[in-house]
Nanobody
């Protein structure tokens, strides 16, 4: 079983910055892809950014140039640096890891979610 622990959310004014972290623990054999998703009130969950095992990144159009996804393989930790935050970035942010289990299968796990509120 794999556990993902998120941290770093909170209340910030428009134009401010936050850094989200997501640390994985448990038994697994390598991390495949990692990503951040968000779900605003009354909306569906959407992909914000993702990073592959090779370091290739991909961003949702509205966050390009403002958000940066990164990973620390030694710490099994994923980050999302969010700059120039806008009220429309307000949502619950979730991390997702796809890992290789002991049986060889790839499995995906979600973090518990962290609230990001952008408001003056």
């Amino acid at each position: 079983q794999v556990q993902l622990l998120e941290s770093g959310g909170g209340l910030v004014q428009p134009g401010g910055s936050l850094r989200l972290s997501c640390a994985a623990s448990g038994r697994f054999f390598g991390i495949n892809a990692m990503g951040w998703y968000r779900q605003a009130l009354g909306k569906e969950r959407e992909l914000v950014a993702r990073i592959t095992s090779g370091g290739t990144t991909d961003y949702e159009d509205s966050v390009k140039g403002r958000f940066t996804i990164s990973r620390d393989n030694a710490k099994n930790t994923l980050y999302l640096q969010m700059n120039s935050l806008k009220p429309e970035d307000t949502a619950v942010y979730y991390c997702k890891f796809t890992v290789r289990s002991a049986d060889g299968w790839l499995r995906s796990y979600w973090g518990q979610g962290t609230q990001v509120t952008v408001s003056s």
